[in-house]
């Protein structure tokens, strides 16, 4: 399966995404300025490519899980996972009775607007919500065999930009520390019987996570995208004689979630 990163609030970069036929649209709320509405109509673009929305929330926030489903993700990932009880708490908030204690609202485009018999509405979003556990820092990959084992989470997401930073080689995802982390975190997903994935930031580091059994890449984003188009556009005409004022002074980072 492969994701890109939404940056841009717009219904038409999702829905475009979408119908170029991309597995998956992650769509960022923990570090990014936006609303549920807008979340909403990103989401519902989407769904005319048949793509799914994998949400992030920011960490804790586990009442807002069941929001982000009512508007339409059918993926979360919660971010900065540090414990089985920490996966547990992901679990609850999201899955209905008796696996969680989501609470019940069915007027949503999960449902989808109370069109689906209520029990086999509950059966199929317990069945069919996928939940990942970030795995972002040392502590947290020591423990990563336990969150792997909470019923309900689905897959273990290894983090190289947080993970970087916290192990001391900050954007480094070719460092020998980063890229032992990932390995491991895969391993230990994969002997729990859970599933594995990551975000990379070119094709070498695709095929090691491929390599390690991940089902699951994220690579670039529309904002990506769109610049280097620009900066293509830049150096053809710049063959012609046209001047641009903006120039950069430094390789862009590639590394945005």
Same mark, same amino acid.
């Given at each position: 399966?492969?994701?890109?990163?939404?940056?841009?609030?717009?219904?038409?970069?999702?829905?475009?995404?979408?119908?170029?036929?991309?597995?998956?649209?992650? *769509?960022?709320?923990?570090?990014?300025?936006?609303?549920?509405?807008?979340?909403?109509?990103?989401?519902?673009?989407?769904?005319?490519?048949?793509?799914?929305?994998?949400?992030?929330?920011?960490?804790?926030?586990?009442?807002?899980?069941?929001?982000?489903?009512?508007?339409?993700?059918?993926?979360?990932?919660?971010?900065?996972?540090?414990?089985?009880?920490?996966?547990?708490? *992901?679990?609850?908030?999201?899955?209905?009775?008796?696996?969680?204690?989501?609470?019940?609202?069915?007027?949503?485009?999960?449902?989808?607007?109370?069109?689906?018999?209520?029990?086999?509405?509950?059966?199929?979003?317990?069945?069919?919500?996928?939940?990942?556990?970030?795995?972002?820092?040392?502590?947290?990959?020591?423990?990563?065999?336990?969150?792997?084992?909470?019923?309900? *989470?689905?897959?273990?997401?290894?983090?190289?930009?947080?993970?970087?930073?916290?192990?001391?080689?900050?954007?480094?995802?070719?460092?020998?520390?980063?890229?032992?982390?990932?390995?491991?975190?895969?391993?230990?997903?994969?002997?729990?019987?859970?599933?594995?994935?990551?975000?990379?930031?070119?094709?070498?580091?695709?095929?090691?996570?491929?390599?390690?059994?991940?089902?699951?890449?994220?690579?670039?984003?529309?904002?990506?995208?769109?610049?280097?188009?620009?900066?293509?556009?830049?150096?053809?005409?710049?063959?012609?004689?046209?001047?641009?004022?903006?120039?950069?002074?430094?390789?862009?980072?590639? *590394?945005?979630?």
């Amino acid at each position: 399966m492969l994701a890109t990163v939404a940056h841009f609030h717009d219904p038409q970069s999702a829905e475009l995404i979408g119908l170029l036929g991309i597995d998956c649209l992650w *769509i960022d709320l923990e570090h990014q300025p936006l609303g549920m509405n807008q979340l909403e109509n990103m989401a519902r673009a989407a769904r005319v490519g048949d793509m799914d929305v994998m949400a992030r929330p920011a960490k804790g926030e586990f009442q807002r899980l069941a929001r982000l489903l009512e508007a339409g993700a059918s993926v979360i990932m919660y971010p900065r996972c540090e414990s089985a009880e920490e996966a547990r708490q *992901i679990v609850r908030a999201a899955k209905f009775p008796p696996l969680g204690e989501r609470g019940l609202f069915t007027a949503s485009p999960d449902n989808p607007y109370c069109m689906t018999p209520l029990t086999e509405y509950l059966r199929k979003a317990n069945q069919q919500t996928v939940l990942l556990a970030q795995v972002e820092s040392p502590s947290a990959v020591k423990c990563a065999r336990e969150m792997a084992e909470v019923e309900g *989470i689905d897959m273990l997401f290894f983090g190289p930009g947080d993970f970087s930073m916290m192990a001391g080689v900050p954007g480094e995802f070719d460092s020998p520390l980063v890229r032992s982390a990932m390995a491991d975190t895969a391993r230990q997903a994969l002997a729990a019987g859970k599933r594995f994935g990551t975000l990379v930031a070119n094709l070498e580091q695709a095929r090691r996570a491929l390599d390690l059994g991940a089902s699951l890449l994220t690579y670039g984003g529309d904002l990506h995208f769109v610049r280097q188009a620009v900066l293509d556009m830049r150096r053809d005409f710049g063959k012609l004689g046209f001047v641009f004022g903006q120039t950069l002074t430094a390789p862009p980072s590639e *590394i945005s979630v």
